[in-house]
């Protein structure tokens, strides 16, 4: 039996007295992926991003292990319901225009302790201040730091459209104006780079591709980190007292946190390990969290469906933004129907073998995205259900 053999039939047995459509959370791979993570990151404390994980017991059970310390978040509400849970370092990784959220945070002072904004532009400490009502806070803020990588003069841009701080001058002048505003503290520094830390460099049957992917990002790295430390430097003559200079990815973890100026790294995607992180040459993690949907009709030979499945990732629309069928091996999508909204037809020899009722199991391209489908996620220890956990859906939270 092979290891994803036994891997299905451990989840099959685990869960044979539940209902699919499931979702489940592999204990054992989540906590090796977490400390996968803290081996690579050397030292440095790893924050864990809330949007790839999107469940609030798992957060907790990432921050137990050591090496592991504060929460990356993606809205500001979610950011405030995080701290009122007693979750006291959450860094907001996107800035927001929440104006009620706003007024929330200048108006209690354990939030505003604990909470973490993110700015680019004079004009979100505006709106910020348009927005506090009578609350007098000061608010805690962090600069993002444009990580793409400029070719050709900045006629070819690869990485993310994110801040628009790019140099140490912007940056500092920024900083100088968050200096002399009441009200507001720079605390911290945050750049992402998701073009290393976020694309696979050894994509199956593509090694041209591949090849310079690693290129493309030998080469950010060695301009970021130059950029990154001039940037530090540039901020910290005018905060000294900066806090934290953020960091990096699951794909980049050990890259990044190897740069002396960065104090920390970020990761999220790593402990459950969809299936867009398979394509690394610098780390294998251990598929953590995994869908199941029962097969419904056996169309013909060589073909069964599955109710639902059509659980498309973000991003730029393409089949890597698809589920993966994963167990049993060998299954693949019908190309002219995909992953389809309510069935979903699987093609392929296993599929013989499989009958009415029978699970497939999916791995999602990204991570927390499959936690906006279920209500809870069931945790999986050897071949027993030890739990179940709500995910932000099953506790009515939906941010986004």
Sequence with gaps: MTPRAADRARYDQATAHLEAPLAIVDLEAFDANAEDLVRRAGGKPVRVASKSVRCRALLERALAHDGFAGIMSFTLEESLWLARAGFDDVLLAYPSADRAGFAELAADPKLAAAVTVMVDDPAQLDLIDRSRGRGREEIRLCLELDTALWLLGGRVRIGARRSPLREPAQLAELARSI????????????????????????????????????????????????????????????????????????????????????????????????????????????????????????????????????????????????????????????PQEGAGEVQTPLLGAPADDLLIGDRVWFRHAKAGELCERFDAVHLVEGERVVGAAPTYRGEGRTFL
């Design 179 to 334: 200096a002399r505003r009441p009200g507001f503290r720079l605390v911290g520094l945050m750049a992402y780079e998701g073009h290393v830390a976020g694309v696979g460099d050894s994509v199956a049957g593509r090694p041209l591709r591949s090849r310079a992917v690693r290129l493309m990002q030998r080469a950010a790295r060695r301009e970021l980190a130059a950029r990154r430390a001039a940037v530090v430097q540039a901020v910290r003559a005018v905060t000294p007292g900066l806090e934290f200079v953020n960091g990096g990815g699951t794909g980049s973890v050990q890259h990044t946190a190897a740069e002396n100026v960065v104090t920390e790294v970020a990761a999220g995607s790593g402990l459950y390990m969809p299936r867009l992180f398979d394509n690394y040459t610098s780390f294998t993690g251990r598929p953590a969290a995994l869908f199941a949907q029962p097969v419904v009709r056996r169309p013909g030979v060589g073909a069964v469906t599955v109710l639902g499945g059509g659980y498309p990732a973000s991003g730029a629309p393409g089949a890597d933004r698809l589920p993966v069928p994963y167990l049993p091996e060998g299954l693949r999508y019908d």
